[in-house]
Nanobody, 119 residues
Framework: QVQLVESGGGLVQPGGSLRLSCTVSGFTFSSYGMAWVRRSPGKEFEWVSDINAGGGEVILYKASVRGRFTISRDNARNTLYLEMNSLTPEDTAVYYC???????????WGQGTQVTVSS
């Protein structure tokens, strides 16, 4: 069955960095667009970034993370990444790796990984 497993979250100070990973199984990873979404305490789910299927030539970011976050994919390793730099407390959230079947339409989710930015 389809599985998405995130890792790499944790506690980091403001200005710090983290790299999230999402290893998938049960489907042909290279055939699907993938995305990261997050949910901060008391808030709705929020799309963060998107990468297209195949070579990942088309990448989109939420405005507030553009220039700080980098999404990438390694199809040989069935893994999606999110490099996060210059983190702020507003980035505190549970981050989810999702499989995208259409623009902002997701049919499979990982369990999430907690990112906490605090001094």
């Amino acid at each position: 069955q389809v599985q998405l497993v995130e890792s790499g979250g944790g506690l980091v100070q403001p200005g710090g960095s983290l790299r999230l990973s999402c290893t998938v199984s049960g489907f042909t990873f290279s055939s699907y667009g993938m995305a990261w979404v997050r949910r901060s305490p008391g808030k709705e789910f929020e799309w963060v970034s998107d990468i297209n299927a195949g070579g990942g030539e088309v990448i989109l970011y939420k405005a507030s993370v553009r220039g700080r976050f980098t999404i990438s994919r390694d199809n040989a390793r069935n893994t999606l990444y999110l490099e996060m730099n210059s983190l702020t407390p507003e980035d505190t959230a549970v981050y989810y790796c999702v499989r995208e079947v259409n623009w902002l339409t997701f049919d499979s989710w990982g369990q999430g990984t907690q990112v906490t930015v605090s001094s």
